[in-house]
């Protein structure tokens, strides 16, 4: 029976609109719009109603034509999605959460496949196995008591790497990794090392505060902070 229900309110939903077409400044982008998921249809309100970082928003507006963005932690792909609309950024976004990836890569096709995106961990070292546990926003009273937890394997990618073999090198990098951001950094020295790259923006976990001087050891200085309950937001520029 219950088979039966959900095949009928599913092919309902179907005759709902699914895409929502969305404008920042100059960077403009369409999305899907899935009902079954309130965190990206909060966080797509957001964006609208201009609650989202705006500091960064604003940030990723200014980046300059011919620029090339490497985003780590694309999430559902609204930065690149957005920030790909001026046609002369070359765009690259990385993640390994199997529901976000999910929603990226549908949103980069919705907006005609205008960047790359590569799911994979992005770390110290590239070709390793890594075990991540994720939350698959999905409630089964039997398996959890709120959204079932699960575990899969992945494997890793340093920036250095993907750079090195795809020849190019970022001018802008954006890393928003819940705390792995410390392993994105020390696999990207070269691009740090590099004068093509001149901005970066990092949410630093609390607990990881020690990779702002990393960071500044190459050369940057903060641009500007934004104090958060559990980090920071950071625009690093050299």
């Given amino acids: 029976m219950i088979t039966r229900l959900y095949h009928l309110v599913a092919r309902l939903l179907r005759l709902l609109p699914k895409t929502k077409h969305i404008t920042f400044g100059q ?33 990723l507006n200014s980046i300059d034509d011919h620029s090339i963005y490497f985003d780590v932690g694309t ?9 790909s609309s001026n046609k002369t ?11 976000q990836s999910h929603f990226c890569a549908l949103n980069r096709r ?3 496949n205008r960047f790359t995106f590569t799911f994979a961990a992005i770390a110290e070292k590239s070709r390793q196995m890594l075990s991540l546990a994720s939350n698959s926003d999905t409630h089964i009273a039997k398996l959890h008591k709120k ?9 890793t990618l340093c920036l250095d790497d993907f750079s090195k ?9 954006k890393i928003d990794v819940d705390g792995a951001e410390g392993g994105v950094l020390r696999g990207a020295q070269n691009i740090l090392a590099s004068n093509a790259l001149r901005e970066i923006f990092i949410e630093v976990d609390r607990t990881n505060d020690e ?8 050369g940057f200085k903060i641009s500007w902070k934004i104090e958060k309950e559990l980090n920071l ?3 690093f520029t050299k």
Avoid at 37 to 42: A, D, K, S, T
Avoid at 89 to 99: K, P, S, Y
């Fill in 27 to 59: 960077m403009s982008a369409t999305f899907f719009v899935p009902v079954y998921n309130h965190y990206i249809c909060q966080d797509l309100g957001d964006i609208i109603a201009r609650r989202r970082e705006p500091k960064l928003y604003q940030w």
């Fill in 75 to 83: 999430s559902y792909g609204q930065e690149c999605c957005l920030v």
């Fill in 89 to 99: 950024i070359q765009v690259f976004g990385f993640d390994c959460g199997l529901f």
């Fill in 110 to 112: 919705l907006n005609n």
């Fill in 147 to 155: 959204n079932v937890p699960y575990e899969y394997q992945v494997t």
């Fill in 165 to 173: 073999s795809n020849k190019i090198m970022p001018t802008h990098l």
């Fill in 211 to 218: 990779i702002i001087d990393f960071v500044c050891s190459f």
């Fill in 233 to 235: 937001d950071i625009l």
